[in-house]
């Protein structure tokens, strides 16, 4: 296979999750700048604000350059599609190694370039709506043979539908927002009576979110063959769960206050057209599925993912007294591939009965889950409901996440020496509050 990369004249050292080819979107802020959108090229912020001032995106036929000034991307990303490609292709053509504009302006690039290091990225997008689906097969049959029947441990419904529930989107935060374990109401399988304190069983669940890129009106219907005019990018998605309050709460109408205390995403919105090259077949849908859910071409995406958990250091909790190491440990590796529906059967199915979506709603995966223990999404999965802990470098164990914990959630792809990555979607695990 031949290699055509275009490189950038900002460097993007080995390894790295943002080639000129990614230009993912973001909102960032410093000590200087309140938040405002920015893409990242390397481990260089660029400030797009200041494109816009020197006028590079005149020519876009934008009616209205506020876009680029907003603290959060929803109408930047309302612009369309069409649009929002252009602005991506033109900072491609301007970033690129032969492209003398800014790389012989030094003026405008004091302005307009930051070292990642020295920015804080914030929420991309203001959430409307939020949906989790429940879309991995290997997912769905591992929590249905640990709680229900092992014989029959997906539900009828499951191959038919896309299973999710609508979620909460004002506690959707930005990667390395810390989140406290959660307090609620817990009952054990030996008592008669419910419990109150904080979570014995506090999880991480890994997930991929899309944005939503466009309004529909109540009453239409979005269809899988234009699904992805819909869908603006990726970020990776931390739906962090309390088992325990779960177990309790769920019946009959699902999970409520063990997912709604706090959900990360990773800050950079990774477009559909930067993970074009990384199509995927899905698994083989058997049995058919109905007319509406039907759908054409590689809907899937190859993107690999990882969690790995940072035990506490010493230094952040003094009051533990087992010996800490700093060293992360990877408990999981993925593949978003492996998800048994499509975002576009995804919000077929959401928008089939005339539900309206909107620019900059969540629609989360579901945890995915690969085929071996090693790929499973959840502690919950890998520690096995808790009976296999996971031994950690410092010695300790984990059958759930601990209080100063950092997860740490990675995804990338990669093909012919070209990677696009997300970056990380991080949280630390704080004590309860009081
Ligand atoms: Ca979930």
């Known amino acids: 296979m031949g290699n055509d990369l275009r490189y950038s004249w900002i460097r993007v050292p080995a390894g790295n999750d943002f080639p000129l080819q990614n230009i993912p979107f973001g909102i960032f802020s410093n000590n200087e700048n309140s938040p405002r959108p920015a893409t990242r ?33 929803n109408d930047f990303i309302a612009l369309g599609k069409p649009v929002t490609g252009k602005v991506r292709e033109l900072i491609m053509t ?24 020295e920015v804080k990225m914030q929420m991309p997008v203001s959430v409307g709506d939020y949906t989790d689906f429940y879309s991995s097969e290997e ?3 591992n929590v249905g043979r640990m709680f229900r029947d092992p014989a029959n441990a997906l539900l009828p419904n499951w191959k038919h539908i896309p299973v999710g529930y609508h979620g909460r ?14 307090k609620g109401q817990t009952k054990a399988d030996d008592k008669s009576f419910p419990d109150f304190g904080p979570t014995q069983q506090l999880d991480f669940e890994l997930e991929i979110g899309f944005i939503v890129g466009g309004n529909t009106d109540l009453g239409t219907s979005i269809s899988t063959s234009n699904a ?8 990776l998605f931390n739906d962090l769960s309390a088992r325990d309050i779960q177990k309790w709460e769920y019946v009959p109408l699902g999970p409520f206050l063990s997912k709604n205390f706090g959900s990360v995403i990773s ?14 077949k899905g698994p083989v849908q058997d049995p058919e599925v109905l007319p509406y859910l039907k759908f054409e071409g590689a809907r899937n995406y190859d993107i690999q993912l990882e969690v790995a958990i940072e035990p506490p250091a010493v230094s952040r909790l003094p ?30 199915h959401h928008t089939v009965n005339g ?19 090693g790929s499973f999404g959840s502690m919950l999965e890998l520690t096995w409901k808790g009976t296999r802990p996971i031994r950690m470098p410092d010695g300790s164990e984990r059958k759930f996440l601990h209080d100063g914990d950092t997860v740490i959630m990675r995804g990338r792809a990669e093909k012919n020496g070209l990677r696009i990555g997300f970056g990380e979607a991080t949280t630390i695990i704080l004590p309860p509050k009081d």
Request: proline share 6%; net charge negative.
């Open 228 to 235: 992805e005019d819909y869908i603006f990018g990726l970020v």
């Open 169 to 182: 989107a004002s506690s959707i935060v930005v990667s390395g927002t810390p989140i406290h374990r959660p």
């Open 267 to 280: 800050p950079w919105i990774v477009t559909l057209e930067a993970l074009e090259p990384f199509r995927a």
């Open 41 to 73: 090229i390397g481990n260089t912020v660029v400030d797009l604000s200041v494109l816009a001032d020197h006028g590079f995106f005149d020519d876009l036929e934008i009616n209205d350059l506020s876009v680029f000034y907003q603290p959060i991307l």
């Open 319 to 348: 009051e533990r007294d087992e010996v800490s190491g700093k060293d992360a440990m990877l408990v999981c590796r993925s593949n978003f591939k492996y998800m048994y529906w499509n975002m576009c059967q995804q919000l077929a």
């Open 94 to 117: 301007l970033f690129a190694s032969d492209n003398p504009m800014i790389k012989e302006n030094l003026a405008l690039q004091n302005h307009a370039l930051y070292p990642v290091h």
């Open 355 to 373: 539900c309206n979506v909107r620019t900059g709603d969540i629609c989360a995966s579901g945890t995915i889950s690969g085929p071996d223990e």
């Open 139 to 141: 997912h769905a049959t």
